[in-house]
């Protein structure tokens, strides 16, 4: 492809809304542009990108038997209160009503469609396992789109959903995904890590999320160096520092006027000591009736912990009414001691608190030398903090380490949720009807490459690991005027495109500097560079974007040498 | 792909809303599945059709140095309002609020997108043409979605825009994408016939539509068998057959009670006459300002023809109010004699017709005996009327011939319509501002598949092209359990994989019967039969599905044959 007819409308400067390298890079180097938050057209070198990650996911899935199919993007409302998810989703699903005023969704996951496919058409376990995928632009109506393509409303994603007889049957592909991801992951040149997830929205079993460690990322990864343990902050399994044992004595609970002040912070100050000292009380609705939960003020509490610990499909806050039944006061003064007839656990963090500060369940007031056992019981102490800096491992003891990351892909053991309520059911051996076992493996296609970006990088621009580049070669032609160069240029373009290699040719009219500039920001891995060192010595330079390292080579010798080098 | 691995769902019954063959076949070959009115999937036979025929779109458009990439889906409003189509485009297109109260367009098309790309990054002559198309999905709130994916919500399309300095560059191009789409229409086994077509809702002067001849098609061909003119029946240009010469005396105007009739139809039984008699009077309003149109009483009126006619940008029915004010009468009871102040143009259709019916601009009355020039005058008789069965060539005299057909591509010579309003301008070699020249070129991706699908059948099921054939070779093994027919058949699918044929294999435990029957159903080209005769005598059977021709070869031969028969 010749520059001059290509489209790469590269920018001299960093865009001001964009905050992070990878946005900035995607859009300095003529990958993306933007429309509105959150919406970005892929231009051609961008799109060859995307084409280039969507077929490493293709060959690893195709390998592995899935099955590739194409589902509609608008969902009948239907179907999806037949799932449940009508309700569950919220705001974050678009939904859409027609002329006809039939509500319809924007697919942001596709659990529903195959799995009404499947109904409909697989009967016998001699048809199962067997696992879908697709490739499709997906919908979210994010508040905060950011980050340009890792959060954006409208983002291409691969999903794919397996279906099988047998526990044992899941099981196994759940693994073959796994290994797939990693495999996939690792040709797009990221070291991405499988840590345990919260199965969030999709509900189910077991996850595993596949994160890259980037400073841009959203995620924060929890590891151990010592087990090697790893999990996301709201899931991993933590242990709390060993308390300082407080020596106080133990005081009298006392009452104080708190006009206004609700939260810990606003009360922090008004104590003059740490949030460290507040007993937080929340209260949350699960399996149908509310339940208190408490944590020290400066722990948050993980919802997707919650859920488990308490056995829950679904854990929220509850509503004022409810708040104001269980304490007797209005939302923002709520505490533990007094409470009656109602569960109450903890995070571990509250042990060992002393003489704490927590609300009194009357407007406006709060209770201080509050005391665990003497003016409260707890029924159960579990951990459902998120995890933080200076937390230990729950396996081992060691300090666990948090670092920033990029989720790219997610596995899911979902069972029989969707099954049992779309009606999936197959005949056994025997001739029993049984609901399917599911699976659902998501990647994000766009986000895979704006990862890729973030961590292949220079001050210069983006240097594109081999397997993904949009172009193997770039030729940069010095004065592509001079008949030389022109020459010499243009058969070496000719030669590499003969041998099925994907060169990108500048052969525009620009200046060597800019051309060297928007070489390196576009970061295709090899320049192949036709200058004044051609004319003097009929050397040619062949440079490596990844480590600036150079090469002099004749002219006859620049296919073989590029061919060497791709591995092709 | 073994077929046991695979995932198709071949129905034995026509599915019950399925009107036409493409829509029936479509289902029971397990090409696609419905999900609701106009939404459906692609299941993996048919996406990999979907995938062979954007393949040679994409490389007939390369060829010509188009430039793919990908735009949103979601489409902010005001851009739309920047172009004008935001109140134009009716209530096809989808439009949807989030959860901000942002209002977002369903992309029905991407001129709008395209231009703001374009305006942004192209600012001089030096960077033009460029010519850019992307394949993705589109959306239409089609009232009466039918005929399967022919005319869905949702389809996958090429659409593509192109930005000129100069007129003839813009006229260059659309020929070159004219004959790229009449190149990819052959290759994917379509005669698809370029005719003249309306610019419609996106503006511009000239169009061509390319039209497969098909039972199941919603447009009209109209073509001419001597000069080989051909158009849409909206746009052909016709000359009426000569009118016979009406002896009658011509009489004096008479008004007739007529209460409640305002349609041709109820007149026309009520006056015991044809529809022909009647001088049908309608008020449009264009440039601004109403105007008379009159046709004869079974002719429809063309408003594309009407626009050029006018010179108009848009012609649309007058509203009550205003039909009120030229008439003097409700709406129902319009007629040409004694209306003022007002141009009246007439289509041809009405020239001859002697003491016809029209309505007497007052409530319930209708005038019989009415004659042009005596009791009104014409200021421009034209050809606006809608081509029908006997209809002559303006061009030649030859009647005109009217056949069904199916549109699967439209170029469009758009002019500065969009680039004016969308600030698309560059920088002449003078250094003036100009506004380029667009064009734009569709294809419908989906539809397509369904036109081949139309075309390429017999009542056993689909014989797809081979060019666009989901896999080039189905091998039907019969009594695959039997060890000679397992190796046999394995070793011939082995080697076809080896040699890069796209190969289906049916390795199935069913009868013989349900597999020859599914085998045509499926349509592969070519069906490789291993079988009792491979049995008995050695020898394998291969069958052409398009014309049921087979040889019976030795097992060394079946891959070298194919291998020439498909040409590879």
Redesign the interface.
């Known amino acids: 492809m010749r520059w001059s007819?290509?489209?790469i409308?590269t920018l001299r400067e960093d865009p001001k809304a964009a905050e992070v390298t990878s946005h900035k890079l995607m859009l300095r180097a003529?990958l993306i542009?933007k429309?509105?938050g959150g919406?970005?057209?892929?231009?051609?070198l961008?799109?060859r990108v995307?084409n280039k990650v969507s077929r490493i996911v293709r060959r690893e899935l195709n390998k592995r038997?899935a099955?590739?199919?194409?589902?509609?993007?608008?969902?009948?409302k239907e179907?999806w209160e037949k799932s449940g998810r009508w309700e569950t989703m919220g705001?974050l699903m678009?939904r859409?009503t027609?002329?006809?005023e039939k509500c319809f969704v924007?697919g942001p996951t596709h659990e529903e469609?195959i799995t009404?496919?499947v109904a409909?058409?697989?009967r016998s376990y001699r048809d199962l396992p067997?696992n879908?995928y697709q490739i499709q632009?997906k919908?979210r109506?994010e508040?905060r789109p950011r980050f340009g393509v890792i959060r954006a409303?409208?983002f291409i994603m691969k999903d794919g959903y397996s279906f099988h007889a047998t526990e044992e049957s899941a099981n196994r592909e759940y693994k073959i995904m796994y290994q797939a991801y990693s495999d996939i992951f690792k040709r797009c040149g990221l070291e991405a890590r499988p840590i345990e997830a919260d199965t969030g929205i999709m509900g189910g079993r077991q996850s595993h999320e596949f994160t890259v460690p980037a400073a841009a990322g959203e995620d924060i990864i929890v590891s151990c160096s010592k087990c090697g343990y790893s999990a996301n902050a709201e899931l991993a399994a933590r242990r709390m520092a060993p308390v300082r044992t407080e020596k106080q004595t133990i005081l009298k609970m006392e009452e104080v006027n708190t006009p206004d002040m609700k939260k810990v912070d606003d009360l922090a100050r008004f104590f003059r000591c740490g949030s460290d000292r507040f007993i937080k009380t929340l209260i949350y609705e699960a399996n149908g009736k509310p339940v208190v939960v408490l944590a020290r003020g400066d722990i948050d509490i993980s919802e997707a912990k919650l859920r488990m610990v308490l056995g829950a499909g679904d854990a929220v806050l509850a509503g004022d009414r409810v708040i104001e039944g269980v304490t007797g006061a209005p939302v923002g003064f709520a505490g533990p001691a007094g409470l009656a007839g109602i569960e109450i656990i903890a995070d571990q963090s509250i042990q060992g608190l002393v003489n704490a500060i927590t609300g009194a369940n009357k407007k406006d007031k709060h209770i201080k030398n509050v005391n665990i056992e003497k003016d409260f019981k707890v029924d159960r102490f579990v951990d459902i903090g998120i995890a933080r800096e200076g937390d230990l491992c729950r396996q081992c003891g060691e300090e666990l380490k948090l670092s920033p990351g990029i989720e790219v892909g997610q596995v899911f053991k979902l069972g029989k949720k969707y099954s049992e309520k779309l009606g999936a059911v197959y005949l056994d051996k025997k001739g029993n009807i049984n609901p399917m076992i599911m699976g659902c493996y998501g990647i994000g296609i766009s986000r895979t490459v704006a990862a890729i970006v973030e961590c292949h990088n220079d001050k210069n621009g983006i240097k594109w690991p081999v397997s993904v580049a949009p172009f193997k070669v770039l030729i940069i032609a010095i004065n592509y005027n001079k008949p030389e160069i022109k020459e010499a240029s243009d058969s070496i373009y000719n030669n590499l495109e003969k041998e099925g290699i994907e060169v990108l040719f500048d052969d525009r009219e620009e200046t060597a500097g800019i051309k060297f500039k928007d070489g390196d920001l576009v970061g295709i891995p090899f320049q192949v560079v036709v200058g004044k060192k051609y004319l003097v010595s009929g050397m040619i330079e062949i440079k490596k974007r990844a480590d600036g390292c150079s090469e002099q080579v004749s002219i006859e010798s620049v296919v073989p040498e590029i061919k060497k080098r791709i591995g092709q």
């Open positions: 007819k290509y489209f409308p003529g542009q429309l509105a919406l970005y057209s892929y231009l051609p961008g799109l995307i038997g099955l590739e199919l194409l589902m509609p993007v608008l969902q009948p179907i705001p678009m859409f027609n002329r006809e924007l469609i009404g496919i409909k058409s697989i067997k879908f632009t919908f109506d508040i409303r409208e």
